[in-house]
Structures are given as structure tokens and as C-alpha cells.
């Protein structure tokens, strides 16, 4: 069975420092793997997936991830937090068979202090 | 083109009364699924379908019931509501492997 954890339910950063949200997977086959968040009272969006090409991954809002096999790790980061990026974070993963089936990490809330 | 759409936003049930949860989605995607999350616990899969008249269970499908009679509407069913079904549940749905999932605004239930 797959899993996902995530380091850190909570990490707090300072405006315009470095964001660095971890996560690491467990899974017997190259899966796809997803960073989701999720603002106040609202749904998920994605920010990024990897699916096997590339093993930098760009997202939305400045966002990246790398994906690294040896590590099973696929950490989040952005160069500079703005205000805007406090959320909660998700990172998921996804077997390549039928139905893609998402197993989700605990989820990591994110503050940015001024 | 709304995306995935859900009805009701919030709704309060007594326990042992039943319910129905409506996810919709108009971008004609194959695959559609349920979630619940709770604090703590990220998001858990209840069950999901693969295409028009197909379930299949979850993690979590304990206490609840699907049907996909259209294929761009998914619902969700609990026939007798505990208080530990209290949670927000969330409808995705993705076109194909492999694909991202697109979320609807979830819907808060409480279950006293």
C-alpha cells in the first residue's frame, strides 16, 4: 500500500524567506505524485504534479519540487513566501493503474509572518 | 463551465437520519471519487468510480453508499448518520490516469 508523510503539521516562515514543505512516499512502482493546497474554506488546487518526465517540477505561484528516487522524497519549495501562500499544503500520491486513486498526506499548514 | 460543483454547502443531521451529498462536474471527465477529511488526517478516499454505473470502495466506505447513474453526477449516500461521519467531504473528478483530480468546494456536515 502506498503512503505519504508529510514533516511538520505546522511550519511558520517570515515574508520572503525560503519555503521548504517536505514529503516523502512510499510506493512499490514509479508513481505520479501531487502537491495540492487548499486556502480557507475552500477546495484543493493543484499547484504541481510530477508524472515522470522531468524531475524538476514547476508549479503555479513560484512553486517547484524535486523529485528524487533514492530519497522517495518530493519536497516542495518557493524562493521567497508572500502573504498570499499561507494555506494548507497536501502532498499526494497516485498508482499509475486504473482509476488513479489518490493517498494523501496529513497535510502541512503553512504561516507567513511579516 | 462551473468545474465540480456540490449540494448542499453545509447541512446538520441528527444521528440515525439519512442524506444524500450531489457532486456534479461538466467536463466530461471518466473518473469521479469522494473524500472526507478530517483534522489531522488529510483527505481519505470513501469510494470512487471509474465511469458511468461503476463503484468501488475506498479506504474509508463504511457507513456510506455511491451511485453514478450519469456520468457527470456522483452521489453520496449515508443511510444512517453517526456523529462520527462529522467531516467535510469532498468531490473530485480527473479525465484519465495519471491526470490531476479536480476538486468542488466540499460540503460541512455535521452529525449530532
Redesign the interface.
Known amino acids: 500500500a502506498q503512503s505519504?508523510t508529510q514533516l511538520g503539521?505546522h511550519v511558520s516562515v517570515s515574508e520572503g524567506a525560503l519555503v521548504l514543505l517536505r514529503c516523502n512516499y512510499s510506493s512499490s512502482v514509479p508513481p505520479?505524485l501531487?502537491w495540492?493546497v487548499q486556502y480557507p474554506?475552500?477546495?484543493?488546487?493543484?499547484l504541481l504534479?510530477y508524472?515522470s518526465a522531468a524531475t524538476l517540477v514547476k508549479g503555479i505561484n513560484g512553486f517547484e519540487a524535486e523529485f528524487k528516487k533514492s530519497e522517495t522524497s518530493f519536497h516542495l519549495t518557493k524562493p521567497s513566501a508572500h502573504m498570499s501562500d499561507a494555506a494548507e499544503y497536501?502532498c499526494a500520491v497516485?498508482d499509475?493503474?486504473?482509476?488513479?486513486?489518490?493517498?494523501?498526506?496529513?497535510?502541512t499548514r503553512l504561516q507567513v509572518t511579516l | 463551465n462551473a468545474g465540480v460543483t456540490q449540494t448542499p454547502k453545509f447541512r446538520v443531521l441528527k444521528t440515525g437520519q439519512s442524506m444524500t451529498l450531489l457532486c456534479a462536474q461538466d467536463m466530461n471527465h471518466e473518473y469521479m471519487y469522494w473524500y472526507r477529511q478530517d483534522p489531522g488526517m488529510g483527505l481519505r478516499l470513501i469510494h470512487y468510480s471509474v465511469g458511468e454505473g461503476t463503484t468501488a470502495k475506498g479506504e474509508v466506505p463504511d457507513g456510506y453508499n455511491v451511485s453514478r447513474l450519469k456520468k457527470q453526477n456522483f452521489l453520496l449516500g449515508l443511510e444512517s448518520a453517526a456523529p462520527s461521519q462529522t467531516s467535510v467531504y469532498f468531490c473530485a473528478s480527473s479525465y484519465y490516469t495519471g491526470t490531476q483530480q479536480y476538486f468542488g468546494p466540499g460540503t460541512r456536515l455535521t452529525v449530532t
Open positions: 505519504v503539521s505520479y501531487f495540492y474554506n475552500q477546495g484543493l488546487q493543484l504534479k508524472t497536501f497516485s499509475t493503474g486504473t482509476a488513479s486513486k489518490l493517498t494523501f498526506g496529513t497535510g
